[in-house]
Antibody, heavy 122, light 107 residues
Framework: EVQLVESGGGLVKPGGSLRLSCAVS????????MNWVRQAPGKGLEWVSA????????YYAESVKGRFIISRDNVKNSLYLQMNSLRVEDTAVYYC???????????????WGQGTLVTVSS | DIQMTQSPSTLSASVGDRVTITCRAS??????LAWYQQRPGRAPNLLIY???SLETGVPSRFSGSASGTEFTLTISSLQPDDFATYYC?????????FGQGTKLDLK
């Protein structure tokens, strides 16, 4: 059974940092691109960042570029999001989601975690 | 960036109705378009990928179609479980972008 489990969310002050993790099981992690998607309270979905299978290619939404860093550990089957210089508008539920890979090359997000809430407030 | 415009924002319907949600891309995304369903407090769930391919396990009352940069999600006969919010997403190019969502509620 495919499982993605996020952790690391919490309350942080503006300007602070937080590191999210996503532990993956049930598929060959190294074979898939991975993504972070967020959802502010009562709002829609916003794609945040993506990383390729080997970690060599990373992509970011303009809203987080220069502040967030996506990474992965293919030995620990884990995805990470280092969030720095946090702003009130970064408050959201953060989901990790599986992208394309082998044997499912489509880049749609076919598996999602349950999400972890990040609240940025003074 | 590619903008995805969904309509309507809210749709009121009854069990058994046929409903259609539209998503328009600001430029070509080829067929790299997905539809997701999200229930309150839950993660999104993939329904349709590559514009018209039904994800495994998704009921056949859901279907997707495309014409140029306009995409539609159709639910042929609404069931009680279908009252939720629906999002389209393009994955043709980064940054991947979502539509603003369509909330389907009970009339």
């Amino acid at each position: 059974e495919v499982q993605l489990v996020e952790s690391g969310g919490g309350l942080v002050k503006p300007g602070g940092s937080l590191r999210l993790s996503c532990a993956v099981s049930g598929f060959t992690f190294i074979n898939y691109n991975m993504n972070w998607v967020r959802q502010a309270p009562g709002k829609g979905l916003e794609w945040v960042s993506a990383i390729s299978t080997g970690g060599g290619d990373r992509y970011y939404a303009e809203s987080v570029k220069g502040r967030f860093i996506i990474s992965r550990d293919n030995v620990k089957n884990s995805l990470y999001l280092q969030m720095n210089s946090l702003r009130v508008e970064d408050t959201a539920v953060y989901y990790c989601a599986r992208g394309g890979g082998d044997p499912a090359p489509e880049e749609d997000f076919d598996y999602w975690g349950q999400g972890t809430l990040v609240t940025v407030s003074s | 960036d590619i903008q995805m415009t969904q309509s309507p924002s809210t749709l009121s319907a009854s069990v058994g109705d046929r409903v259609t949600i539209t998503c328009r891309a600001s430029q070509s995304v080829s067929s790299w378009l997905a539809w997701y369903q999200q229930r309150p407090g839950r993660a999104p769930n993939l329904l349709i990928y590559k514009a018209s391919s039904l994800e495994t396990g998704v009921p056949s009352r859901f279907s997707g179609s495309a014409s140029g940069t306009e995409f539609t999600l159709t639910i042929s006969s609404l069931q009680p479980d279908d009252f939720a919010t629906y999002y389209c997403q393009q994955y043709n190019s980064y940054p991947y972008t979502f539509g603003q969502g369509t909330k389907l509620d009970l009339k």
